[in-house]
């Protein structure tokens, strides 16, 4: 056992059978294994920027109760956050993702994926944004898959680049996309972002 893994065993909470942290802070942290998050629930602030994961990270089913960072993050590998949860404000800025990311039916208040580089496979599965949603200059150069996502009150900017992301039933809800702005209803791309169509 590893001493992540040592430390999340002594955190556990015997009545809810999961890890609690409190203030948690992995600033310029190198996770040099596989890191497992799963099912832990942060209570309070969660700082990972600079940290940088060489193995298989995994957020699956992790509650983030007030604000969470990674910024300047760098996963090398997998990262997980299916069935995430995050509460307060999130950010993925600067944020390289090497390989598979999933994010399949997490939801999130306000985050933002600026300046972020999804290098492998991406899926936003399920997601629901349910505040302000930010995806400025944030570039996908592989698939991406945003099927039956739900955006509200999402700023896709000019800079963001989406040539390789399917939307498949995402749903906008005063959405905008560089100056144009989606109305609230069903929205489909077809062979990228350029051609999109939306309806009431």
Do not use: C
């Amino acid at each position: 056992m590893g001493l992540l893994d040592e430390s999340l065993d002594a955190l556990q909470d015997p009545g809810a059978g999961r890890p609690r942290l409190g203030p948690a802070q992995f600033n310029r942290a190198v996770f040099t294994a596989q890191a497992s998050f799963r099912r832990a629930e942060f209570g309070h602030v969660a700082w990972f920027e600079d940290a940088r994961f060489d193995g298989h990270a995994g957020f699956d089913r992790t509650e983030f109760r007030t604000h969470a960072k990674f910024t300047r993050v760098m996963f090398t590998e997998g990262a997980w956050f299916q069935d995430a949860s995050f509460d307060g404000e999130t950010a993925f800025e600067h944020t390289i993702f090497t390989r598979t990311a999933s994010f399949d039916r997490a939801t999130f208040d306000d985050t933002t994926f600026a300046d972020t580089a999804f290098n492998g496979p991406v899926d936003f599965g399920g997601t629901r944004f349910a505040g302000d949603a930010v995806f400025s200059n944030t570039h996908f150069r592989s698939a991406a898959t945003f099927a039956d996502a739900a955006f509200v009150g999402a700023e896709f900017t000019a800079a963001a680049t989406f040539d390789k992301a399917t939307f498949a039933d995402a749903r906008f809800t005063g959405a905008r996309f560089a100056d144009i702005a989606v109305p609230q209803g069903a929205a489909s791309f077809r062979d990228g972002s350029r051609d999109y169509s939306a309806e009431n």
